[in-house]
Nanobody, 126 residues
Framework: QVQLVESGGGLVQAGDSLLLSCRASGRTFSNFAMGWFRQAPGKEREFVSGISRGVGTTYYADSVKGRFTISRDNAKNTVYLQMNSLKPEDTAVYYC???????????????????WGPGNQVTVSS
């Protein structure tokens, strides 16, 4: 089992920045590909960003490319999502996700997720 706990969400204004963190415990963090997904009210959960377990391969949804940056610190068992130039349409509950994987594989689909965090609300006002 892996436990994931997100932090760093909150209420900000359009154009502001937020840093989301997700700390993992329970199993060897460096064995997992990590990702961030989000779900807005009345919408399906969608992929935001993913990072491989090994060489740091990253992938982003088109809607956040150039504004969000995913990174990980395996020594701290933590994955981060730096969100800049936030827009009202970024408002959602953000979920951390994990899957045991090969070194270069990137988590991109909700159907592939093995472990989810409880979610963290991000609200961007206009």
């Amino acid at each position: 089992q892996v436990q994931l706990v997100e932090s760093g969400g909150g209420l900000v204004q359009a154009g502001d920045s937020l840093l989301l963190s997700c700390r993992a415990s329970g199993r060897t963090f460096s064995n997992f590909a990590m990702g961030w997904f989000r779900q807005a009210p009345g919408k399906e959960r969608e992929f935001v960003s993913g990072i491989s377990r090994g060489v740091g391969t990253t992938y982003y949804a088109d809607s956040v490319k150039g504004r969000f940056t995913i990174s990980r610190d395996n020594a701290k068992n933590t994955v981060y999502l730096q969100m800049n130039s936030l827009k009202p349409e970024d408002t959602a509950v953000y979920y951390c996700a994990a899957k045991i994987s090969t070194p270069a594989w990137v988590l991109k689909r909700a159907a592939d997720v093995e472990y989810w965090g409880p979610g963290n609300q991000v609200t961007v006002s206009s």
